[in-house]
């Protein structure tokens, strides 16, 4: 038999599939090249050839944003004075850095949600092609937005309906996997409001219609309550951030608005990058007063939403400021499950499963025969403890042991 059709067999005491805890005490997984062949429950661990007694294993994660490229320095300025000044080797150098992290926490597939000019698919290919070691990557390249929007130093400019058009054909051509779309301001573009936003329904339908005819989606970041509107109208597929803001440091949930979300299949894809570790890592990202309270109302808003049942996923958007690749993404379901009221199994489920659907990524995110074999083993059971994510014991991607 050849290398590439190799039958490995697996056995961990508990299993996660990506849905729901299997109440059996015993699974075999067994891989057959990239897939999964097959799964059986009361297993012994001398069936295997890889044994994790004492161990969980579960689908690798996914985490749905981040930006491989970012340096997440200090601040939101030293992100964007480094973002600007690096040379493309050595951001790309930086990219293979992070996606290597993210690898050894378990995460095996990456959707990076922007990145300056050709880098982010760079990084894509040099990992798919096996030069690089890093989880699938999947990329928006160059962030759709106004001259003078949000991110416009790594963006491809677009002021008016035809050059989201052209801005969308080019970026589909040079083979992206998704569009990411500016809707409103953001926090790291100090002379963008995140209050305000940069396109109008029409700017966003345009877009959507160019990817959907290329087979791909839209992504919108939106960080208002009339950005999630025009994103909605517009048909894009995931809510970047999804905020409900209004005001400074108010938000406030639309029912109508998440229904119609439910109604069209969209996904609001929610944001748990440091300031939200406030009750998991002490003294994280310098919290003042007024962040403090925009949380408070955020995560408010977001209850109201998850609890109406909007699909969701959560993500880290690892790169921004003080959010590294590999532990946010524990850190940041750690901080879910205490601010957003989510089990620990809901809060799996955000990075695995319903990550995967939101992706368009079925091949994944579920333990099942026939998917790829992505799995991570941890020791203990984070469904009880999503701290155990922290316990890596091993990890296969797309059927390699990468750990
Ligand atoms: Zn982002």
Redesign the pocket.
């Known amino acids: 038999m050849n290398k590439a059709n190799k039958t490995v067999r697996i056995y961990a005491e508990w299993m996660f599939d990506g849905e729901a805890v299997q109440p059996v005490i015993g699974v075999l997984i067994e891989v057959q090249g990239k897939v999964i062949k097959a799964i059986r429950m009361n297993a012994r661990a001398d069936e295997a050839e890889e044994a994790f007694p004492n161990c969980a294993v579960l689908p690798g994660l996914i985490d749905g944003?981040?930006?491989l490229c970012f340096s997440a320095g200090n601040t939101h300025a030293e992100v964007v004075q480094d973002l600007i000044q690096a040379p493309p080797e050595q951001l790309l150098r930086r990219a293979f850095d992070h996606a290597k992290q993210a690898l050894l926490a378990g995460i095996t597939t990456l959707r990076d949600?922007?990145g300056p000019g050709s880098v982010p698919v760079m990084v894509r290919e040099l990992i798919r092609r096996g030069e690089a070691e890093g989880p699938e990557v999947l990329v928006s390249g160059a962030p759709i937005t106004t001259p003078r929007g949000h991110l416009h130093y790594i963006g491809a400019h677009a002021g008016n309906l035809v050059d989201v058009e052209r801005r969308a054909e080019e970026l589909l051509e040079a083979g992206v996997d998704f569009l990411k779309v500016i809707v409103t301001g953001g926090n790291m573009t100090p002379e963008s409001d995140r209050l305000s936003c940069q396109y109008g329904t029409e700017e966003i339908r345009k877009a959507v219609q160019c990817a959907e005819r290329a087979g791909k989606y839209v992504a919108a970041?939106v960080l208002n309550r009339e950005g999630v509107r025009r994103s909605v109208q517009g048909g894009v597929r995931t809510l970047?951030?999804c905020s409900w803001r209004t005001g400074v440091a108010h938000h406030k949930y639309d029912p109508q608005l998440a229904r119609q979300m439910r109604e069209q299949g969209q996904f609001a894809s929610l944001?748990m990058s440091a300031p939200t570790w406030r009750k998991v890592v002490p003294g994280v990202a310098g919290l003042d007063v007024h962040l403090f309270a925009d949380l408070d109302e955020r995560f408010a808003s977001e209850r109201e939403m998850l609890a109406d049942g909007v699909r969701f996923l959560l993500h880290t958007?690892a790169?921004?400021r003080q959010t590294p690749f590999g532990i946010s993404l524990i850190y940041g379901l750690r901080a879910a499950e205490l601010e957003l009221g989510l089990t620990p199994v809901e809060c799996l489920r955000a990075v695995t499963s319903n990550a995967a659907t939101a992706l368009g990524l079925e091949d994944r995110g579920r333990l099942g025969i026939g998917k790829r074999a992505d799995l991570l083993v941890v020791a203990g059971q984070p469904w009880q403890e999503l701290s155990a994510l922290h316990q890596v014991r091993a990890v296969w991607c797309g059927g390699r042991r990468v750990v």
């Open positions: 944003h981040v930006h949600c922007g970041h970047e951030h944001t958007d790169g921004v």
